[in-house]
């Protein structure tokens, strides 16, 4: 059985918290899903890269996978109001499937209220809203894994495949790229 992933690109999305997470993952055997939030494959991310997405998210809303990733960014405040991501949050908080945030994107989370049961970690420049979190760079706690930002895409990505995988892979993927 193969293992999908679906990483979520909303515009304004820090390309490095995507595009690293994609790529790790891939070179793992995972399979990853990109999905546009907005009406169009074509994303603008923070730097003003533009990523073609393999679909809309609307394409997505009654699938599930065996993970949900979502890149932080400026553009997270355009989105915490987003019905499908909101939805697809909650499908996959209460089923108990792995749902990995970086940078600003556990907000994402803290709309839901998940951070009152999870422990989590986020972006300094949105600490104050979290009445609590984890100053570590990744955070893992049951199925819901947090990291600090761009700096930190790499140990998040190979939490995210030692978590749907087995940690094995995630040393092997780290040698292979000479960390």
């Known amino acids: 059985m193969k293992t999908e992933v679906l ?3 909303h515009p304004g999305f820090e ?4 595009v690293i997470p994609i790529d790790l ?3 793992a055997g995972i399979t990853v899903h990109t999905a546009s939030s907005n009406n169009q494959l074509e994303v603008q991310s923070k730097g003003r890269i533009e990523i073609k997405a393999d679909s ?3 394409d997505h809303e009654n699938k599930l996978y065996d993970a949900l990733i979502i890149p932080g960014g400026p553009g ?8 499908i991501i909101q939805k697809t949050i909650r499908q996959y ?3 108990e499937k792995c749902i990995a945030c970086i940078c600003a994107a556990p907000l994402l989370l803290l709309d839901q ?3 009152k049961t999870i422990t989590m970690t986020c972006h300094p420049s949105v600490r104050e809203e979290f009445s609590s979190h984890d100053p570590k760079a990744t955070v893992r706690d049951k199925h819901i894994i947090t990291s600090k930002g761009a700096g930190t895409a790499f140990p998040f990505a ?3 495949i030692e978590y749907l995988l087995d940690k094995e892979t995630a040393q092997s993927i780290a040698s292979d790229i000479c960390m």
């Open 7 to 9: 990483v979520i690109l």
């Open 113 to 115: 209220g998940i951070n």
């Open 25 to 27: 993952l891939r070179r």
């Open 15 to 18: 390309e490095i918290e995507a």
């Open 56 to 58: 809309l998210l609307s």
């Open 93 to 95: 908080h209460d089923l």
């Open 76 to 83: 997270i405040f355009e989105i915490r109001n987003h019905r």
């Open 158 to 160: 190979l939490s995210i």
